[in-house]
């Protein structure tokens, strides 16, 4: 009988369904499969107590602050900034493009929306400038998932929500990793720059530093606002989020302002993120609930141990299912899916969790560039006209150093660590 549900998933999903419905179908089957049928009373309490937690009222309000920021002019001046800093190098356009992901990085927290804005903007300056469809589209795919990994990050409040774990820990455990990725691909960007002879902007087209570092300092504010106030105590990080949102309609007053239709669009756009994501956790916890009532975590935990899989061994392996996971699976839901079965045995082998949610939220961004079904990639396509196909190829150099830098991450954990254990947010090694 249980074999059926599987085959039942494959036909709700055929059929056009949201993920969200195929996995709460999905699981009632389920239930009902393994004669667990008198449990289903319950499960409203279940799926309530996995999203009554304070820290998912974050997860609206940044999203609300970054559509009100990207909305908001505010992509022109971190551009004018990064093309100031950087635009004069060798290859200075790529520079650009990952360096005004970095900046966006601490304003929208999302990967989808960083490659929607600059694919509008830098990739058709980077055409004028004699770089190709493919490379443009490439750099701008690659470099979006730094925004996931900076703080504010809706995967990471996701996760932190999903395994009770810090959110402030994870934020500022995500800074020096999301740096880390930007130079690894500055590096390849220099690489490709020397190899096929790309230009630098002249000292003319360049916009002067001062005036614009003045120009983008509103823009530059939100992300202090929100990682210094939550550092010094002042906030948590759901009243950051809160404040973020104020901080943001004031800073794009500063720029091109925010038309009443501009701002009810980001409004909408707003309740549909977290509409969706809330529902994938609703999915995700029938499915968590008979999980638990069957034991699978335990079974997993005892596999393991049969197999004799060490920390070392087991974190590559789920490492190696992320990944994979990650490349047919929208980012939350392999979260909600893996991470409730996956995780806890790590955090058995002695795994730090703050560690752990860095490189887990890590390898699935990299599915975000990762074919047959990356986010990002579809999105970069799309808005650019560039074959898709042409667009995977493009990108592979960028995905296998961004894999070299998670492994990096998984070897070195102090990476993700050092910043938490100097504000003293986590405990000393």
């Not at 009243?239 to 104020?246: D, G, H, K, L, P």
């Not at 809330?278 to 975590?297: C, D, K, N, S």
């Not at 061994?313 to 996956?342: K, W």
Request: aromatic residues 8%; neutral net charge; charged residues 10%.
């Amino acid at each position: 009988m249980i074999a059926l549900v599987p085959v039942a998933a494959v036909v709700f999903l055929a059929s056009g369904l949201a993920i969200a419905y195929v996995i709460g179908g999905s699981a009632v089957l389920a239930f009902l499969a393994v004669e667990k049928g008198r449990y289903l009373a319950i499960l409203p309490q279940q799926i309530f107590s996995k999203i009554d937690v304070f820290a998912l009222m974050a997860m609206p309000l940044f999203i609300l602050a970054g559509e009100i920021m990207n909305r908001g002019g505010v992509t022109r001046a971190l551009i004018d900034l990064s093309m100031a800093l950087v635009g004069r190098l060798r290859g200075g356009l790529g520079h650009v493009n990952i360096m005004t992901s970095v900046f966006f990085a601490g304003i929208s927290g999302s990967a989808v929306a960083d490659a929607a804005a600059l694919s509008n903007t830098l990739v058709p300056a980077m055409r004028e400038r004699g770089y190709s469809d493919t490379y443009a589209s490439a750099i701008t795919a690659a470099s979006s998932i730094i925004g996931p990994i900076v703080p504010p990050s809706i995967i990471l409040i996701f996760y932190g929500a999903l395994m009770q774990t810090s959110v402030t820990a994870l934020f500022l455990a995500g800074i020096l990793p999301g740096l880390l990725l930007a130079c690894a691909l500055f590096a390849v960007n220099a690489f490709f720059a020397w190899k096929d002879n790309h230009p630098r902007m002249e000292a003319h087209e360049a916009p002067p530093l001062g005036r614009t570092v003045l120009r983008s300092a509103p823009a530059l504010l939100l992300p202090l606002i929100i990682v210094g106030g939550i550092v010094l105590g002042w906030m948590t990080p759901t009243e950051a989020a809160a404040v973020a949102v104020f901080v943001a309609l004031a800073a794009t007053r500063a720029y091109d302002g925010l038309s009443f239709p501009e701002l009810a669009a980001g409004l909408r756009r707003t309740v549909t993120l977290s509409g969706s994501i809330f529902m994938i956790i609703t999915a995700v916890a029938a499915l968590g609930y008979l999980g638990a009532l069957e034991r699978l975590p335990q079974a997993i935990s005892s596999g393991v141990t049969e197999l004799g899989l060490g920390p070392v061994e087991y974190m590559l392996l789920i490492n190696v299912l992320f990944i994979l996971a990650g490349m047919v699976l929208d980012v939350p839901v392999a979260l909600a899916l893996l991470v409730p079965l996956l995780a806890p045995v790590a955090l058995e082998q002695g795994a730090d969790p703050v560690h752990l949610g860095i490189v887990l939220c890590f390898n699935l961004c990299i599915g975000l560039v990762s074919p047959p079904l990356g986010g990002c990639l579809l999105v970069v396509a799309a808005v650019t006209k560039t074959s898709y196909w042409r667009l995977a190829r493009a990108v592979l150099p960028f995905v296998l150093v961004e894999i070299v830098v998670l492994g990096v991450l998984i070897a070195v954990p102090e990476i993700s660590l050092a910043i938490p254990r100097a504000f003293g947010v986590i405990g000393g090694g």
